[in-house]
C-alpha cells in the first residue's frame, strides 16, 4: 500500500520535491505518492486536518507557511521550536508534530559547497521562515557577526529579536562582510530576471548562497560569480532536508551517498 505524502506552500509551480522523494523512497524500497498542495492562507488550518484525515503519513511546508502552520500542529520538535519555524509535519498516533529540516539541510549545502562561516560575518537577506533555520545553523557553528537586511525593518524586528536589522538601502554601508544568505524567493521561477541586490553590493561578499533552486543560477548567484565569489544554490539543501524529513517518517536512516546520488540526478 502507498503512503501519502507532500509539500504545502501557496505557489508550487516550480518546485522539484515531487522528483526528490520519488528517487528516495525508490532507493528505500518503498511505494509513496508525493503531491503537490496549493494552499490558500485561509485555508490552512482546514489542509492540516484535511491532510490528516486522508491518512497522509507527512508533508514538508514551504513559503509563506513554515511560520503560520505551527500554531495547528499538536506538537513541535526541540530543534523546531528553538528555531521558530516548521518544515516538516509528522501525522503519528499521538497527534500532528512539527520539525525543521531545513537546518540540517543547509548545513550540508554549506558543508558540499565548501563554505566555511566559522567567524566570518554573514548577511541574511529576508527575515521569513527559511532565515530562521539559516541564522541557528550560523550561530551554533561559530559565526562571527550577522546583519539582516529587510524590505521593512520595523515589521522585521518584531519576528527577530536582538538582531540588527538594516534595509536594503543601508547595505552600501556595510563593512568587514564574508557571506551573503538569499533567503527571498527573489529571483526564483517564473520571475527570474530579478535579483534582491546588485553587482556592486555582492563585489563585497567572498561567498554568496541562494536558497533557490529553480533556476540553477539565479541572477543573484551569476553576478556573485562573476565578481568571484565562490557560490552554493538551493538544490543540495532542498535534497538534504528532503532526506532528513523521510528519516522522520520512516523512523530509519538515509545515508549521505543517496543524497549525493540524488542530487546529481537533478
Not at 509539500?7 to 528505500?28: A, D, F, N, V, Y
Not at 512539527?98 to 539541510?105: C, P, V
Request: aromatic share 8%.
Amino acid at each position: 500500500m502507498s503512503s501519502l505524502y507532500g509539500l504545502i506552500g501557496e505557489r508550487l509551480g516550480h518546485s522539484l520535491s515531487p522528483e526528490i522523494h520519488s528517487l528516495i523512497l525508490e532507493k528505500l524500497n518503498l511505494k509513496g505518492l508525493y503531491n503537490l498542495f496549493e494552499v490558500n492562507n485561509d485555508d490552512l488550518k482546514e489542509a492540516v486536518i484535511g491532510l490528516k484525515a486522508l491518512g497522509a503519513k507527512g508533508v514538508n511546508v514551504t513559503i509563506p507557511y513554515k511560520v503560520e502552520i505551527m500554531q495547528y500542529l499538536d506538537s513541535i520538535s526541540k530543534e523546531a521550536e528553538k528555531i521558530g519555524a516548521v518544515n516538516t509535519i509528522a501525522f503519528k498516533e499521538n497527534g500532528i508534530i512539527g520539525y525543521n529540516t531545513d537546518y540540517y539541510g543547509f548545513g550540508e549545502s554549506l558543508k558540499n559547497g565548501k563554505i566555511d562561516i566559522y567567524n566570518k560575518n554573514a548577511v541574511i537577506l529576508g527575515t521569513g521562515g527559511a532565515s530562521k533555520a539559516v541564522l541557528h545553523y550560523l550561530l551554533d557553528n561559530g559565526v562571527k557577526d550577522v546583519v539582516y537586511v529587510s524590505r521593512n525593518p520595523e515589521n522585521a524586528m518584531k519576528q527577530v529579536k536582538n538582531f540588527n536589522i538594516i534595509s536594503y538601502e543601508d547595505m552600501n554601508k556595510l563593512k568587514n562582510t564574508d557571506i551573503i544568505i538569499n533567503c527571498t524567493p527573489c529571483g526564483m521561477y517564473p520571475k527570474v530576471e530579478y535579483s534582491p541586490v546588485n553587482r556592486s553590493i555582492l563585489s563585497k561578499f567572498s561567498s554568496a548562497v541562494d536558497l533557490i533552486y529553480n533556476p540553477k543560477e539565479t541572477i543573484f548567484l551569476k553576478e556573485a560569480r562573476e565578481t568571484g565569489a565562490k557560490t552554493v544554490n538551493g538544490l543540495y539543501m532542498l535534497v538534504a532536508q528532503a532526506a532528513a524529513s523521510q528519516e522522520i517518517w520512516q523512523e530509519r536512516k538515509i545515508s549521505e551517498e543517496i543524497i549525493k546520488q540524488i542530487y546529481e540526478k537533478m
